[in-house]
């Protein structure tokens, strides 16, 4: 395993774990490149796991203006410096709005995974997106950083509370964000809309819901699987948006049983 931390201003921080087919997991707003941590520890007897770091997480060089377009290529120059084309993407909630933008954006693999995500993030330049960034920044503008306001936040993802190990694994992922880059991925969040792109997704995709899913809810994922030919839907039960780690082992069966169903691993 090693973790490797590019200079390249464009070139982000990742995590790499087997050799095999590549998959590449792309972490939500409030993980990093460890979010994926169980993930990689099942999958990567089979594959080579790369987990990234978005711009301005972990140890990613921020960017000075962080927008879709952005990411997307910052996910090419990771590739490009991997050389290979990936078996699948996995992209959960903000990631998930990222692989959407990649793949539209002319990016190739042979698979997508959609977890608890959405392909709309609400209606770029509504009211309601208006209310949620203000309600998103609010604490910055008290002063405040992600360190100080992370356990509420993911502990309110979580349908178990009694999960604290899992708990404080999120948390971990999200308090060292930083209060500017934070500020960044929020108002980047509201301008995502990909949804009348949907169809053009020509590979083998799996949307990936969670039951008690507030943030990306089941119904938002099954809608999105109508749009895509010939996606699959599956809603993983008894889990809240995190489930990636809330129940990280029936989440890893999803996806070995979607990349390859004779790899499927145990359930929770």
């Given at each position: 395993?090693?973790?490797?931390?590019?200079?390249?201003?464009?070139?982000?921080?990742?995590?790499?774990?087997?050799?095999?087919?590549?998959l590449l997991?792309?972490?939500?707003?409030?993980g990093?490149?460890?979010s994926f941590?169980?993930?990689?520890?099942?999958?990567?007897?089979?594959?080579?796991?790369?987990?990234?770091d978005?711009?301005?997480?972990?140890g990613?060089?921020?960017?000075?203006?962080?927008?879709?377009?952005?990411?997307?290529?910052?996910?090419?120059n990771?590739?490009?410096?991997?050389q290979?084309q990936p078996?699948?993407?996995?992209?959960?909630?903000?990631?998930?709005?990222?692989a959407?933008?990649w793949?539209a954006?002319?990016?190739?693999?042979?698979?997508?995974?959609l977890?608890?995500t959405?392909a709309?993030?609400g209606?770029?330049?509504?009211?309601?997106?208006?209310?949620?960034?203000?309600a998103?920044?609010?604490?910055?503008?008290q002063?405040?950083?992600?360190a100080?306001?992370?356990?509420?936040l993911?502990?309110g993802?979580?349908?178990?509370?009694?999960?604290g190990?899992?708990?404080?694994e999120?948390i971990?992922?999200?308090a060292?964000?930083?209060?500017?880059?934070y500020r960044?991925v929020?108002?980047?969040?509201?301008?995502?809309?990909?949804f009348?792109?949907?169809?053009?997704?020509?590979?083998?995709t799996?949307?990936?819901?969670?039951e008690?899913d507030?943030?990306?809810?089941a119904k938002?994922?099954?809608?999105?699987a109508?749009?895509?030919?010939?996606a699959?839907y599956?809603?993983?039960p008894?889990?809240?948006?995190?489930?990636?780690?809330?129940?990280?082992q029936l989440?890893?069966?999803?996806?070995?049983?979607?990349l390859?169903?004779?790899?499927?691993s145990?359930?929770?």
């Open positions: 395993m090693t973790d490797s931390s590019p200079s390249s201003p464009y070139l982000p921080t990742y995590k790499e774990q087997g050799s095999g087919p590549l997991f792309l972490h939500g707003l409030g990093n490149r460890h941590d169980h993930q990689l520890a099942v999958l990567s007897p089979r594959y080579r796991c790369v987990a990234w978005v711009p301005g997480y972990g990613s060089p921020p960017v000075e203006q962080m927008d879709f377009t952005v990411l997307a290529r910052c996910v090419d990771l590739l490009s410096h991997l290979a078996l699948a993407v996995i992209g959960h909630s903000l990631g998930g709005m990222v959407q933008a793949y954006q002319g990016g190739r693999c042979e698979k997508l995974i977890a608890q959405t709309r993030f209606k770029p330049g509504s009211e309601w997106n208006q209310e949620f960034l203000a998103r920044l609010a604490p910055l503008e002063g405040l950083a992600p100080d306001f992370a356990r509420d993911i502990a993802m979580f349908h178990d509370a009694s999960k190990v899992a708990i404080d999120a971990a992922t999200m060292p964000l930083p209060a500017d880059v960044q929020i108002e980047c969040l509201v301008t995502f809309d990909c009348d792109k949907l169809p053009n997704i020509t590979v083998p799996l949307c990936l819901a969670a008690f507030k943030t990306a809810p938002a994922l099954a809608q999105m109508q749009q895509i030919p010939g699959q599956e809603c993983l008894a889990a809240g948006h995190l489930a990636y780690v809330e129940c990280a989440f890893t069966a999803a996806l070995a049983d979607f390859e169903p004779s790899a499927a145990g359930s929770d």
